[in-house]
């Protein structure tokens, strides 16, 4: 993207953060998290993403792991006025995507030069088609986090799509899920889901399933999110302190999945591209995820109301779990 077709005036979120001296591994845990979310360093405590429901929810949950951790973090938006132009940001997320595209695109020239020396040798191509997976699964990963569209994407993406092809075989993931104590129907029935306001698509998954497989007159309703108490018979999910959130690597969608205990693999399926597309970690790499990233994406930005978001989210999912169901079948 040319830097002049910038909006004249953009939107920043920052992160500014203190992190304790130990232990180290800390410290660690969260430069790795800035990384998988994207974020670039604009001053040694200070990191930027573009300002978007999506991002904001990412630099909250990454807030939220600081202060437990015994760090100090608060979020604000800004505008760049003198200093740090607008173009000169964008110009460091597409430098810092570049750079990961470019080690993709080393990897996968390497992986192509040692296909055309193995000679048909089984055990290096099964290896040679182990490394190809992990690099798409990693491409993958970036492009959710390439804001502003790198050039450097075209080049990693066809060099990918040789080795593939040359390896002529698919892939397919499939992991197991953890098992969690389930809830009976009767304990989710009747109830008033309540979540954050801004919701996403670990927030319209779950109003989907909740919905469709739950209770089908169940009321959703939005809160501000921190610091709101639960009323009687009200369930939160997707939300710091909710009873039904993230745990441990698993999004929200994937905690309410068993324990409702439904077990049904299309929905696995389902929960796996919502997983990859919340956390931006690649955990499960389907081919679905990125196309299924954008329609959530294109909702959000044309409805800023959260009901119009999960309405016209369910169609989504809707079709989605039937062709995992057709696939199976």
């Known amino acids: 993207m040319s830097t002049d077709a910038l909006p004249a005036e953009r939107r920043w979120l920052l992160l500014i953060h203190q992190l304790p001296s130990k232990p180290a591994y800390f410290r660690v845990k969260v430069w790795r998290r800035l990384q998988r979310i994207g974020a670039v360093a604009v001053k040694s405590t200070v990191y930027a993403l573009p300002a978007n429901a ?36 964008h110009a460091l997320f597409d430098a810092a995507r570049d750079e990961d595209y470019g080690t993709i695109a080393t990897e996968a020239r390497t992986l192509s030069a040692r296909l055309e020396a193995a000679g048909a040798a089984i055990v290096d191509i099964a290896e040679i088609r182990s490394q190809t997976n992990r690099l798409r699964k990693r491409l993958a990963e970036i492009a959710v986090i390439d804001f502003f569209g790198a050039t450097g994407r075209l080049s990693a993406e066809g060099l990918i799509a040789e080795l593939e092809q040359a390896l002529a075989e698919d892939k397919d993931m499939v992991e197991e899920q953890p098992a ?123 409805n800023p109301q959260d009901e119009q978001r999960i309405l016209h989210g369910g169609p989504v999912f809707d079709n989605l779990y039937q062709y995992f169901r057709a696939r199976r079948g």
């Open 54 to 89: 999506e991002t904001q929810e990412d630099f909250e949950w990454l807030l939220k792991e600081i202060v437990e951790g015994g760090g100090e973090a608060m979020v604000c938006e800004a505008r760049l006025i003198d200093g740090l132009t607008d173009a000169q940001a």
């Open 180 to 302: 969690t104590q389930s809830l009976t129907s009767a304990d989710l029935k009747r109830r008033i889901w309540v979540t954050r306001k801004g919701v996403h698509v670990d927030r319209i998954a779950c109003s989907w399933l909740i919905r469709r497989f739950i209770d089908p007159d169940a009321a959703i309703h939005f809160a501000p999110g921190k610091g709101y108490v639960p009323d009687p018979g009200e369930i939160r999910f997707d939300m710091f302190e909710g009873e039904i959130t993230h745990e441990g690597d698993r999004c929200s969608f994937e905690v309410l999945l068993t324990k409702a205990g439904i077990a049904d693999p299309a929905l696995q399926a389902i929960a796996e591209i919502v997983h990859d597309i919340d956390l931006k970690d690649a955990k499960f790499g389907r081919e679905e995820t990125m196309g299924i990233a954008s329609l959530i994406t294109g909702i959000c930005a044309a």
